[in-house]
């Protein structure tokens, strides 16, 4: 007789159980946010300190994540959404480029402002590889939404012209540009400037007709 081909084993759902993981995880999420605008030195930055402040074992935080790179990415996104980067999408999506532009300004204009850990995270890139290669990254998607705007606003502009301008707004909205306005200056007047500035940037375009 044939052997009867045995049946996969079912995974179990527990909603319970699900929802449990996913407060782990925002309290992980949220102890390591807590943690990196508290300490000194970003050495001190590990994935037992954060399980300690989480109130967590290192096991639970690994099963979490993976690796403190993972966390950190995490966060990163956490930090990202507290402080309104995901009005990014919609602010890409409004025809005008002049528009979009001042949007995207004042949408990073805030949150460079929104909480100390974004600036530990930008003071910190030369003192930790991990930390540096994704502040990278991410800045590095901000010159691309950048560049999206100004092709797809400017396509029969010269190449030099348009990757010129890409270069002053990809500044304009950098986290060290705010930080030199800062001293003497309220937010509104900070992100009023680099609004004005990325607009001029963006004006020299327009001597190349389409």
Same mark, same amino acid.
């Given at each position: 007789?044939?052997?009867?081909?045995?049946?996969?084993? /079912?995974?179990?759902?527990?909603?319970?159980?699900?929802?449990?993981?996913?407060?782990?995880?925002?309290?992980?999420?949220?102890?390591?946010?807590?943690?990196?605008?508290?300490?000194?030195?970003?050495?001190?930055?590990?994935?037992?300190?954060?399980?300690? &402040?989480?109130?967590?074992?290192?096991?639970?935080?690994?099963?979490?994540?993976?690796?403190?790179?993972?966390?950190?990415?995490?966060?990163?996104?956490?930090? &990202?959404?507290?402080?309104?980067?995901?009005?990014?999408?919609? &602010?890409?999506?409004?025809?005008?480029?002049?528009? &979009?532009?001042?949007? !995207?300004?004042?949408?990073?204009?805030?949150?460079?402002?929104?909480? +100390?850990?974004?600036?530990?995270?930008?003071?910190?890139?030369?003192?930790?590889?991990?930390?540096?290669?994704?502040?990278?990254?991410?800045?590095?998607?901000?010159?691309?939404?950048?560049?999206?705007?100004?092709?797809?606003?400017?396509?029969?502009?010269?190449?030099?012209?348009? /990757?010129?301008?890409?270069? *002053?707004?990809?500044? *304009?909205?950098? +986290?060290?540009?705010?930080?030199?306005?800062? +001293?003497?200056?309220?937010?509104?007047? !900070?992100?009023?400037?680099?609004?004005?500035?990325?607009?001029?940037?963006?004006?020299?375009?327009?001597?190349?007709?389409?």
């Amino acid at each position: 007789m044939a052997n009867q081909p045995q049946q996969a084993k /079912r995974r179990y759902h527990s909603p319970l159980r699900e929802a449990a993981a996913a407060g782990t995880r925002e309290r992980v999420l949220d102890a390591g946010v807590a943690l990196l605008r508290d300490i000194d030195n970003i050495s001190a930055f590990t994935l037992d300190a954060v399980a300690k &402040a989480a109130g967590v074992t290192r096991l639970t935080v690994y099963n979490q994540f993976g690796s403190r790179l993972a966390l950190i990415e995490a966060m990163f996104d956490r930090i &990202a959404d507290l402080g309104g980067l995901v009005a990014l999408r919609q &602010a890409m999506e409004l025809a005008d480029p002049e528009a &979009a532009i001042g949007e !995207i300004v004042r949408i990073f204009c805030t949150f460079w402002a929104s909480d +100390p850990a974004v600036q530990r995270l930008n003071d910190t890139v030369m003192l930790d590889p991990e930390i540096e290669r994704s502040v990278a990254a991410r800045h590095e998607r901000r010159r691309r939404l950048l560049s999206v705007i100004v092709e797809r606003a400017f396509p029969h502009a010269p190449a030099g012209s348009r /990757r010129d301008t890409v270069d *002053l707004l990809f500044l *304009l909205t950098a +986290p060290q540009t705010f930080r030199a306005l800062l +001293p003497g200056r309220e937010l509104s007047q !900070i992100c009023g400037l680099l609004g004005d500035a990325a607009l001029d940037a963006l004006h020299r375009l327009k001597r190349f007709p389409g």
